[in-house]
């Protein structure tokens, strides 16, 4: 089997249906998980609504995100005074503590200069006691992808929060990058077991999954303090989760000369503050680095909870590996994610046939094979892919299952097969945003997922309806 980076030779030079959203949509999400923001696109209204709506489909919560509404006046003189109004408007209605600021193809076409007008607002309302923080992300949808947007604006709200010059605490910054709330829970029920004191940014766990309300909050409680925020800038050192991140960015990025650091990278060339970059922690290998990382940091075993995880999940691992094992597998996702499962499902025998992102990070298929230890060389890799050009190899490749996310669903019904949903968006199924993928209990959530969805496309295409398999 042919391997490749790009589009196989003699496909459509345009993207049909494309694998992957625009960079605003990840600006907002982390902006959803800092403490009392209201995210503000600087660009249409239509930008706004779009974003909303994919957001309110997959987690099920209210989504407020404003907008300057640039019309066709805007977009020929400048959106100055929109802007301006917008942030007055935000301020009256809900009383944020941090407005979340990110661009749209339209403002960075003009070449508006959002930081000079954050700097003009900040003068013309100096001392009053309502002015918020103004936190900027530069994300038109033309550069890169919502993963990219995602991890921009977590290294803008970084750089513009830290605090430099502070005395070294005792605690370290987790930067868990696009999961689910029930993983960012998960996640900060490990590290306490640790006994360690720990910045997780962003955290949408409870503004993006809401307990019931008794009555209606503008802005839903949760995330990540602004306090936290600024004391990223003296940690003992951070913890990224992805190999990829937003590499994609700089490939797309219009000034190549402005360099793309991650939030881990800035605060280890601005702060001085040790960086440690692993894989997503999913499956046993890349969790167990996970959990040594958090050894090392807080002199401390793993504890033999979590310990009976792990052996648990190996021996689910054995249980059903006669029901996974020489299964073929299409995977497609965000970069890091899709990396995360095909180590997942090289664990567990199942034989990936096309691994396939919309990222534009262009190290996807090195990254893989590096990883797997050449076991992926023959495997079809591929960056900046579509799902219409998926639709059209996986005839060729005969797969037994598709793992990703709702977007891909025509082509699991087309082929009849399951499609097992993770990542985002998940638009046709019920507690998208309660999916676990990391950790040995998320990786054991994902086992059970995918052999049962094994079995009962067996049991539902058998001619006999077995009731014991």
């Not at 923001?37 to 609504?49: K, R």
């Not at 661009?103 to 508006?112: D, N, Q, W």
Request: charged share 25%.
């Amino acid at each position: 089997m042919e391997s490749s980076t790009t589009k196989m030779p003699g496909s459509a030079a345009s993207v049909r249906n494309a694998c992957k959203l625009c960079s605003p949509l990840g600006a907002s999400l982390v902006f959803k998980g800092i403490h009392g923001c209201i995210p503000m696109i600087h660009g249409s209204q239509g930008c706004a609504t779009y974003i909303r709506r994919y957001i309110i489909s997959h987690f099920k919560e209210p989504v407020d995100i404003a907008s300057t509404n640039f019309s066709e006046e805007t977009t020929i003189f400048g959106g100055h005074k929109n802007f301006n109004l917008g942030l007055d408007n935000i301020i009256r209605q809900y009383r944020p503590e941090v407005i979340g600021i990110s661009s749209a193809c339209l403002s960075e076409t003009i070449g508006e200069d959002v930081n000079r007008l954050i700097k003009e607002y900040r003068q013309m309302n100096w001392g009053s006691e309502l002015l918020p923080e103004l936190v900027y992300a530069s994300t038109p949808g033309y550069q890169g992808t919502h993963i990219d947007g995602f991890h921009e604006t977590v290294s803008a709200t970084i750089s513009t929060l830290a605090v430099k010059d502070a005395k070294v605490g005792e605690h370290i910054n987790i930067f868990s990058g696009f999961v689910s709330p029930q993983d960012i829970r998960h996640l900060k029920e490990i590290i306490s077991s640790f006994g360690l004191d720990y910045v997780l940014f962003p955290d949408y766990s409870d503004s993006l999954d809401n307990p019931n309300w008794e009555k209606y909050h503008l802005i839903p409680p949760g995330g990540t303090l602004v306090s936290d925020i600024k004391r990223t800038g003296a940690a003992r050192g951070s913890i990224e989760f992805g190999y990829i991140l937003n590499e994609g960015a700089m490939n797309t990025r219009v000034n190549k000369a402005k360099q793309v650091l991650t939030a881990g990278e800035w605060l280890e060339v601005n702060r001085n503050i040790p960086y440690h970059r692993i894989g997503m922690p999913i499956g046993i290998k890349e969790t167990d680095k996970f959990f040594e990382l958090l050894e090392w940091f807080s002199n401390k075993p793993t504890s033999q909870k979590l310990k009976d995880e792990r052996g648990r999940l190996i021996d689910s691992y054995v249980d059903g590996h006669k029901y996974t094992f020489g299964k073929r597998a299409i995977i497609y996702g965000e970069e890091d994610l899709v990396i995360g499962m095909v180590l997942l499902l090289l664990e567990i025998g199942i034989e990936p046939v096309l691994i396939a992102s919309g990222g534009t990070g262009g190290r996807l298929k090195q990254m893989i094979d590096e990883l797997t230890e050449g076991k992926t060389k023959d495997v079809k890799i591929m960056n900046n892919m579509d799902f219409e050009s998926m639709n059209e190899m996986a005839d060729e490749l005969k797969p037994d299952i598709i793992i990703g996310h709702s977007k891909g669903y025509y082509i699991a019904r087309r082929l009849n097969i399951p499609l097992v949903r993770i990542g985002f968006p998940v638009h046709d199924r019920f507690g998208a945003q309660r999916l676990q993928h990391l950790g040995y209990q998320g990786t054991m959530q994902l086992f059970d997922r995918i052999v049962n969805a094994l079995i009962e496309y067996k049991q539902e295409n058998s001619p006999i309806g077995y009731k014991y398999i």
